[in-house]
């Protein structure tokens, strides 16, 4: 009896093992292989939910490449904004990773490319693009193909645009004889004339820290140029900091805050309240990037005339103030990609009849020269094109340093922008918090 | 049992307890591996640092304010909770009318996501068209900002109660539905007030159960993670995230690409013994003779 007792346990605990091994091994996919049917299958994930604009229109893309390519099926899922997380888990654990996924290039950047789990996508630039006999590389709006390339690799196609502006609408301003300020001066004037008729001139959704952070950014921006932040956040000492351009620029966000600018509450507005509000005409602009109309169109009245100015240029400046904003969307093809699949459905999904419901459908920019922005991005297209020098959003924080950027910046950007501390302080804090950030790591 | 039948039940334990090591014991020893390295969690090898994530821990001040958070759920929440829990346990075991009807209509936040009620106690707080507001705003009371930086914990932890006191209520009561109704009747006779009943009869009778509830609400508190990170927003604040929340956001970044694995590991050793101290002190400080029936 003890015996048997005794090897049944044993054959019990090893079948439980065997089971559990079989469990966590990856059973892998057809990804990027053919399968029992002939079939090439590209593995899909997707940043769009079910039901956006975009995911309606990438699905038509999908649709159509799928009947002309009746020997491919596109296996797509629609992960949502986190896709690069469960790309990143995928990827690590061996063969579950997608063929291809979609995301901004700071986070492509920052997840997938400085950790070298990306594919280059290199021959696709020279690739026929289908139906149109143009070279793929040649279709792109300038700079954006490129911006985020690594050394000779390609590993990002954008294919939609973002940049950030003042936002405002039209018709509002012309009621009360307003035009959309080009300086700094002249935008704290436009601003006061706004609080005397009784309206905000600002909106903002306090509970959404990284569109806090568009003034400070901004500011650093048109005082000292690309990068100024980057390097600041990247001294190991703080003591970047201490540069006059750093303190220039919190002051003129405590001029915001001592003119009482911003609409009321804006400290705990949560996202969307202060936006939609601005749509329906409590306030008069926002800073905020070029998705507002899309998000906004459905609160804001008939007569909303959607239009944007670029950030303000500070006199006392000598950087180019037409510098843009490039925030761009696109593919990007996880280690282990069957390369030649995805190439071959992006070179088909370029095509400009498909690319035209980036802006028909969804509202946006797209990334191909031969379209026009929609109507309500007309003024925001015009800065991205008559741009001398281009950067990315954030001054590419996010990517490079995004746990400073999370636990350092961004809570002490919060506080100055709602006024807790004064520019001196904010100043000061960056510089110690910096170095004792770097001391941690 | 004899020491034949005891034998005999190993086999019958063992599925049970291989899954436990492999599922949890297994993972939650690799957990404390990771902490003593820095890990992105994308190479295969890991950085030997020893015990420097827990110093990190030490001087980290968003590490702090969110350990301070999670003690005002935990606490602060508590607290709460458990009064107005005991309060309904005290009524409602005096035998007051329509008593099925209030036990579902008190636990009935339960069966609604808490992330469906962080989108709808945002709207209610909302600054200038929120339910809250208006209301003051009939009486002539100016509007509160409610989830500014200084109230947004305070409005946070108010939902939490409102939504978990429900739950906790029905544990008492259902401790209550076993003390017979002979000794409330007896005590009633005697001329005992409704609060005397409460704190001889109800009270001491369902210890054991209120002391359950308790240390199932601290490993509750600890670990809420989904309500908060749905109340923050598209992306919450560091002003607040709990340990749970900081903890999430160093090791799979959400939007922001940290991923701080081994950190993020330690942090999460952090929150096991505060759930291990919570749960240790709750009982001894639980600890009382247990009133048979």
């Known amino acids: 009896m003890r015996k048997k007792v005794g090897l049944f346990s044993v054959i019990l605990l090893i079948s439980i093992l065997f089971v559990a091994t079989a469990c966590s091994k990856n059973t892998g996919s057809d990804s990027g292989s053919s399968g029992d049917s002939g079939k090439t299958v590209i593995k899909y994930w997707s940043m769009w939910n079910t039901g956006e604009p975009q995911q309606e229109v990438i699905q038509g893309i999908i649709d159509a490449y799928e009947e002309e390519n009746p020997d491919v099926t596109i296996d797509v899922q629609w992960m949502g904004r986190q896709v690069l997380s469960d790309v990143r888990n995928a990827s690590l654990g061996g063969d579950g990773a997608p063929d291809l996924t979609d995301q901004s290039g700071a986070e492509v950047v920052g997840t997938l490319v400085k950790n070298e789990l990306v594919e280059p996508l290199n021959d696709l630039l020279t690739m026929e693009i289908p139906n149109e006999g143009a070279t793929f590389q040649d279709v792109f709006i300038d700079d954006t193909l490129s911006f985020y390339q690594q050394d000779e690799d390609t590993y990002f196609i954008p294919y939609e645009i973002i940049t950030s502006g003042f936002h405002y609408n039209e018709s509002l301003f012309n009621e009360h004889g307003i035009d959309a300020p080009s300086t700094w001066d002249e935008f704290i004037e436009v601003g006061k004339k706004l609080k005397d008729k009784g309206i905000a001139p600002l909106a903002q959704d306090g509970n959404i820290d990284f569109y806090n952070a568009y003034y400070y950014y901004w500011l650093t921006e048109r005082i000292m140029g690309a990068e100024s932040l980057l390097k600041a956040a990247g001294d190991e000492t703080g003591e970047t900091w201490s540069e006059p351009g750093y303190l220039e620029a919190a002051k003129k966000i405590e001029e915001l805050v001592d003119n009482d600018f911003f609409a009321d509450g804006y400290e705990g507005s949560q996202y969307p309240a202060a936006q939609t509000a601005w749509a329906k005409g409590d306030s008069a602009m926002i800073l905020n990037g070029s998705w507002i109309s899309s998000e906004t169109s459905e609160y804001s009245s008939d007569d909303f005339i959607y239009r944007a100015f670029p950030f303000p240029e500070i006199e006392s400046s000598e950087v180019d103030s037409d510098q843009a904003e490039l925030y761009l969307i696109g593919w990007v093809a996880p280690e282990g990609s069957n390369v030649d699949a995805v190439q071959d459905f992006l070179a088909f999904a370029m095509q400009k009849q498909y690319q035209e419901g980036i802006v028909t459908e969804t509202g946006n920019i797209s990334t191909r020269n031969d379209l026009d922005a929609p109507e309500k991005l007309t003024d925001l297209k015009e800065m991205i094109v008559n741009a001398s020098t281009y950067h990315a959003e954030y001054d590419r924080l996010q990517a490079e340093y995004p746990e400073w950027w999370k636990t350092v910046f961004l809570p002490l950007d919060d506080s100055l922008l709602f006024g807790d501390i004064t520019a001196d302080e904010f100043i000061d804090q960056l510089q110690v918090q910096t170095k004792e950030f770097w001391e941690n790591q | ?293």
Request: glycine share 8%.
């Open chain 2, 1 to 293: 049992m004899d020491k034949e039948k005891r034998k005999l039940a190993i086999p019958y334990l063992l599925p049970a307890v291989g899954l436990y090591l492999i599922f949890f014991i297994g993972p939650a020893i690799y957990g404390l591996w990771i902490s003593l390295h820095s890990w992105s969690g994308f190479t295969k090898e890991m950085d030997f640092i020893g015990l420097k994530n827990y110093a990190k821990i030490l001087g980290d001040p968003i590490y702090w304010q969110s350990f301070k958070n999670m003690m005002l759920i935990l606490l602060g929440g508590g607290v709460f909770v458990f009064l107005i829990g005991l309060l309904f346990t005290a009524l409602m075991s005096q035998g007051i009318p329509a008593k099925k009807a209030i036990r579902a209509i008190i636990f009935f936040p339960q069966i609604v996501a808490p992330i469906a009620l962080a989108i709808v106690w945002n709207y209610l707080y909302r600054f200038d068209t929120g339910f809250f507001n208006s209301l003051l705003d009939l009486v002539g009371i100016s509007a509160v900002n409610w989830t500014s930086p200084k109230n947004i914990m305070i409005s946070a932890v108010a939902a939490i109660i409102w939504y978990n006191t429900g739950f906790y209520a029905i544990i008492l009561l259902s401790g209550v539905d076993k003390i017979p109704n002979t000794l409330f009747e007896a005590a009633k006779i005697e001329g005992a007030s409704t609060f005397t009943i409460f704190r001889t009869v109800t009270l001491p009778l369902i210890w054991d159960v209120f002391s359950i509830a308790v240390i199932l609400w601290g490993i509750n508190a600890i670990r809420l993670f989904d309500f908060l990170f749905a109340f923050g927003g598209p992306e919450p604040p560091s002003r607040m995230w709990n340990t749970a929340m900081y903890q999430y956001i160093l090791g799979f970044g959400q939007r922001t690409p940290i991923y701080e694995l081994g950190y993020s590991s330690a942090i999460a050793v952090t929150m096991v013994v505060v759930v291990f101290i919570f749960v240790i002190t709750g009982r001894k400080l639980f600890q009382r003779e247990v009133y048979e029936l």
